[in-house]
């Protein structure tokens, strides 16, 4: 199976800015990887995802000029770079992982990491 570990989460002031870290173990060759969020009391919402090659990038509409998700295959790692970060940001970020295209449907979603919490104060 594929591991997937989060760190970078933490407390940031309302227009700063955090870059999140998805390290992966296991088989991983040709996976495609990225990012939900989930904020209290609200649904599970699609964040950014990146397929194997890097070649293809897919962004929630409302999030497309802030976020940019990354990989690097080498360290079997990806990225989220998140700026200008507001309030209605704050929510913990799961990594998550498939070995087929992610979309927007995190029921695709075959593996997951365990969160990290990012909090951004007004």
């Known amino acids: 199976q594929v591991q997937l570990v989060e760190s970078g989460g933490g407390l940031v002031q309302a227009g700063g800015s955090l870059k999140l870290s998805c390290a992966a173990s296991?088989?991983?060759?040709?996976?495609?990887m990225g990012w939900f969020r989930q904020a209290p009391g609200k649904e599970r919402e699609f964040v950014a995802a990146?397929?194997?090659?890097?070649?293809?990038?897919r962004y929630a509409d409302s999030l497309k000029g802030r976020f940019t998700i990354s990989r690097d295959n080498a360290k079997n790692t990806v990225y989220l770079q998140m700026n200008s970060l507001n309030p209605e940001d704050t929510a913990v970020y799961y990594c998550?992982?498939?070995?087929?295209?992610?979309?927007?449907?995190?029921?695709?979603?075959?593996?997951w990491g365990q969160g990290t919490q990012v909090t951004v104060s007004s």
């Open positions: 296991g088989r991983t060759f040709g996976i495609s």
């Open positions: 990146i397929t194997w090659s890097g070649s293809s990038t």
């Open positions: 998550a992982a498939a070995f087929s295209a992610l979309d927007s449907n995190w029921k695709f979603v075959q593996f």
